[in-house]
């Protein structure tokens, strides 16, 4: 279902204050949530693919001891090829039913709030973490680990899994934050997520390594779940009650156009091809592209709230507007290399013969270069190569100014303000979109060269270079709020992006990834880099399509009006 009452993405925030400051809606509640929820993600990966190879092993009839895979297991290839498909069956249970509902969630959190559905996504998650304990402690031959777990998979799509709660965070960042380039407040989420990924597998290694018994440093994941759920509900929602219920009664009006089950039951299965309308290309005449009209000194267009403003290329009067649907599909192939992560614990687990405690290890040290780039070297590089020049008034261009009302006055200053504004959004849109291509070919280059290196060593090196290329996902998200037309259709927006990221990381990816590591994973099992390296190089050749348009043809305010 598409969101009705979305945030105002390009003006700013779109909360109320509340009457006590430290429970105003703020990054200072965000930040933290995600590095808690980061840091049980980070925490439970290796021990559970450490579980998987263990129960998968004993499936096929090869020894394991206390859920500790052998050193045969790990090198066998029937057991990876197994493996892979088990784990290919959960994220495709995750994936469908997580692109069914997340147009519903996001649709439902215009109604009742951010907050809410990153509660119940949390849950959803603490669930899938009781059927995994559950596989682990069932005695043999009472259930199949790979149907039961596929079920938990089902259950975590339903509730909107991982891809509803990134979508979620976003939104909430979107709607407590200023307009702008947001390009720096997204790096340093991104540093909070890696920041928790990293420390996660560090613990997790310790208490592996200490207890030698990858399930206790499961349940200790599933309790930080626990209280990650906790949290969640402490925190102050970020949409207005004004924004929930205007959501509500248009939800309730577009009800009543349905009263049937079975049409409401249909609306429902279309929500997610529904929310992905607003990626679609339009014509540059459905929205104002330039700056008002000056001979209309109404109240309503000195009401710069209400103006849609889209910083996509204006070669004419009206041409068709495909700059955000190339931005997705970037966005779509960005996000599906994430599926190689579980590929390539795999790959060390099979090549370097690396236990639960190493990949715990191995995660640490390459969550930190992730921080350490996105939160310190990225912003740093923004902050000195991104100066924008003041654009206060720019009235240098303008012509002689003529004697005027006060009234006229104050509306001309207000048609300077509002360029300033839009003069500055397209300056930061160019700079995102060539930080995003930047990002983006150097992820090519740094993954094809993980598929040529066959020593731990010369692997982590190049860890580096993949670390320096994470910036491509902060500057699309920044971008892709300047390229919306209108700012109410940032939820919508955000919405579209958790169904097309869903489908990417869930259903696109891991077949694409699974069918490559199985095929060559006797010869050559380096070839989901360049299966990556692959998908980063088509995400460039999108961004490179997309055309922004110059700051000559944002319209000068006459003064002598």
């Known amino acids: 279902m598409q969101s009705s009452a979305a945030p105002d993405a390009q003006e700013g925030p779109v909360h109320e204050t509340q009457e006590t400051p430290a429970r105003n809606p703020s990054l200072y509640w965000l930040f933290p949530l995600i590095f808690i929820f980061c840091f049980r993600l980070g925490l439970v990966i290796a021990p559970r693919i450490e579980l998987y190879l263990s129960l998968v092993c004993a499936e096929v009839g090869l020894e394991t001891h ?84 596929a079920v938990g998979g089902v259950l975590e799509g339903i509730s909107g899994g991982y891809a509803v709660f990134s979508s979620m965070t976003q939104c909430y960042l979107s709607d407590v934050t200023p307009s702008g380039s947001r390009a720096r407040l997204f790096s340093f989420a991104a540093g909070a997520l890696f920041a928790g990924i990293s420390v996660g597998p560090l613990v997790g290694g310790i208490i592996t390594g200490a207890t030698d018994n990858a399930l206790v440093t499961l349940w200790f994941g ?25 959501a509500r009664r248009e939800y309730k009006d577009r009800v009543r156009e349905s009263p049937s089950l079975a049409r409401y039951v249909h609306s429902a299965l279309a929500a997610p091809a529904r929310t992905l309308q607003v990626l679609l290309p339009c014509r540059t005449s459905d929205y ?57 614990l795999q790959y060390t687990q099979m090549m370097f013969n690396w236990d639960s405690e190493a990949m715990s290890y191995y995660m640490t040290f390459t969550s930190v270069l992730r921080v350490i780039a996105l939160a310190g070297v990225i912003p740093w590089a923004i902050r000195i190569i991104h100066r924008p020049g003041s654009t206060a008034s720019e009235p240098m261009d303008a012509p002689p100014a003529q004697p005027v009302g006060t009234s006229t006055r104050a509306y001309i200053d207000n048609l300077w303000e509002q360029r ?78 958790a169904v097309l990221g869903t489908v990417a990381s869930s259903l696109f990816g891991p077949p694409i990834y699974t069918w ?46």
């Not at 779509?332 to 994430?338: H, L, V």
């Not at 095929?519 to 050749?541: D, N, R």
């Open 66 to 149: 206390d859920h500790v895979p052998s050193s045969a297991c790990r090198a066998s290839p029937a057991a990876q090829r197994k493996l892979s498909s088990l784990m290919l069956y959960m994220l495709l249970g995750i994936g469908v039913f997580s692109a069914l509902s997340s147009g519903f969630w996001s649709s439902f959190s215009d109604r009742y709030g951010r907050v809410r559905v990153m509660a119940i996504t949390v849950f959803g998650i603490l669930v899938m973490d009781a059927f995994i304990l559950f596989a682990a402690h069932a005695p043999p031959g009472i259930i199949s680990p790979t149907a039961f777990l």
């Open 222 to 246: 599933s309790a930080v779940q626990a209280l990650v759920f906790i949290f969640t509900l402490c925190i102050p929602e970020s949409l207005s009650a004004s924004h929930m219920q205007s």
């Open 288 to 344: 104002e592209r330039v700056a008002p009209d000056d001979e209309h000194h109404d109240d309503e267009r000195d009401n710069e709230h209400d103006e849609p403003f889209s910083v996509s290329h204006v070669p004419g009067k009206s041409h068709l507007d495909a700059n955000l649907f190339l931005l997705s599909c970037a966005y779509f192939f960005e996000t599906a290399c994430q599926a190689i992560v579980p590929f390539s």
């Open 420 to 497: 300033a504004r839009q003069l500055r959004l397209i300056r930061d849109s160019h700079f995102d979109r060539k930080l995003a291509i930047f990002s983006a070919v150097l992820s090519c280059l740094a993954n094809v060269m993980l598929g040529l290196a066959h020593t731990p060593g010369i692997f982590l090196a190049v860890m580096v270079l993949v670390a320096l290329g994470s910036g491509s996902a902060s500057a699309l998200n920044s971008l892709s709020l300047a390229l919306i037309p209108r700012p109410k259709d940032a939820g919508r927006l955000f919405g579209a992006w």
């Open 516 to 561: 490559v590591f199985r095929a060559t994973v006797t010869y050559s099992p380096s070839a989901i880099f360049h299966l990556a390296g692959a998908m980063q190089g088509v995400a460039a050749v999108f961004l490179l399509l997309i055309r922004l348009r110059h700051e000559s043809t944002l319209a000068v305010p006459d003064d002598s009006t």
